[in-house]
Structure formats: C-alpha cells, structure tokens
C-alpha cells in the first residue's frame, strides 16, 4: 500500500548535476528518516544521504559539499540536488524512508524501498 517512486536519473557530464526526486504514496501516517543510498556495479550498496524529520541531515564524506537532500513533508517528498558529479558517482541511486501506514492498514511502521533511478556520469 506504500510505495515510493523515484525520477530525475539520467546521463550527466562531468561536473554536471542532477536532481533526483522520490515521492511517497499510500496509506501513510507518518513519514520519520528518508534518505538516498546507491549501489554501483560490483559494489555494496551505500549511503549517500539522509535526512530526519525534523530536517537534521547526513551525508557520505564522498559526497560533502557536491549533494544536498532536502524534503517537502507535505508533498511526502525527498530530493537530492547533485553538483559537481565525477564518473565515481555513476550507480543506481535508491530512495529509502521509514513510514507508518495509517491505521486502517495497521499502522505499522516499516522501512521502504524505492525501485532506483540509474545516474551515469560519463563525457
């Protein structure tokens, strides 16, 4: 009954950016951490940002000052602006956000995965 879609992936130049967008939807109470983690080939899956409900937000040292997460509680929505992108971020990026349904579906909080965006940066 929760789902969370992801869009705004793409191919990016080096030294582009990008914005990636992950819109919650669903039976939803509330909406607690969110957060954007990526998984390039042959490679663990990790991550890349996070942001709390009150807006307190966490980022990979990889990414300090290139990314930034923010979101739009109303819209149930996370974005995360990327600057200044290298080769080493291409992967598929995967939107994550802990939600409790609303309790006509139980009101149980779960951890929630979005399907993934694929981000190339390539000249």
């Known amino acids: 009954q929760v789902q969370l879609v992801e869009s705004g992936g793409g191919l990016v130049q080096p030294g582009g950016s990008l914005r990636l967008s992950c819109a919650a939807s669903?039976?939803?109470?509330?909406?607690?951490?969110m957060g954007w983690y990526r998984q390039a080939p042959g490679k663990q899956r990790e991550l890349v940002a996070a942001?709390?409900?009150?807006?307190?937000?966490n980022y990979a040292d990889s990414v300090k000052g290139r990314f930034s997460i923010s979101r739009e509680n109303a819209k149930k929505t996370v974005y995360l602006q990327m600057s200044s992108l290298k080769p080493e971020d291409t992967a598929v990026y995967y939107c994550?956000?802990?939600?409790?349904?609303?309790?006509?579906?139980?009101?149980?909080?779960?951890?929630?995965w979005g399907q993934g965006t694929q981000v190339t940066v390539s000249s």
């Open positions: 994550n956000a802990d939600i409790r349904s609303s309790p006509l579906w139980g009101g149980v909080r779960n951890n929630y």
């Open positions: 942001i709390t409900s009150g807006g307190s937000t």
């Open positions: 669903g039976s939803i109470l509330s909406i607690y951490d």
